[in-house]
């Protein structure tokens, strides 16, 4: 378990598989970072070159011609030890101002909401990493 604040927790959890899942598609999925007063921001890791990969897609498409992705933190490789050093040199340096803060997050009101928009999907909550850092 992760003692450092502020604490990342994966929407459905983060085990080895998942882990490996992530750093092969360059993509995190939804992450809670945490902060010991109660504040939570939802974000998504994103590898450079996944990026780099979808945008040339883009630049192709004459039908789709922007993306957007509130909260992304663009790293070097979605790990668990680059997800957490970043947010927590961005913690350090206060840049958490720049995302969207989940004001008293509440769990049934998220998982109604997303049953509503997600029908059909099943709602995981947000846990801790149990994937090893490296």
């Known amino acids: 378990m992760n003692n450092i604040w502020p604490k990342l927790k994966f929407y459905g959890g983060y085990d080895q598989a998942k882990a490996s899942n992530g750093e092969a598609h360059g993509c995190s999925g939804i992450v ?6 109660g504040r939570s921001y939802e974000v998504i890791f994103e590898a450079v070159d996944s ?8 630049a192709k498409d004459e039908n789709q011609n922007f993306t957007t992705t509130p909260g992304l933190i663009l790293v070097q490789k979605v790990t668990l030890k680059h997800m957490r050093a970043v947010v927590q ?11 969207s803060y989940i004001k ?9 909401y997303r049953e509503r928009y997600e029908s059909g999907m099943p709602f ?11």
């Open 32 to 37: 809670l970072v945490e902060f010991e007063d």
């Open 51 to 58: 990026v780099k990969s979808y945008m040339d897609r883009l």
């Open 89 to 99: 040199k961005l913690a350090k340096q206060g840049e958490f101002g720049f995302f």
């Open 104 to 112: 008293e997050w509440d769990p049934e009101k998220e998982r109604k």
């Open 124 to 134: 995981l909550n947000y846990e801790e990493a149990t994937a090893s850092e490296e």
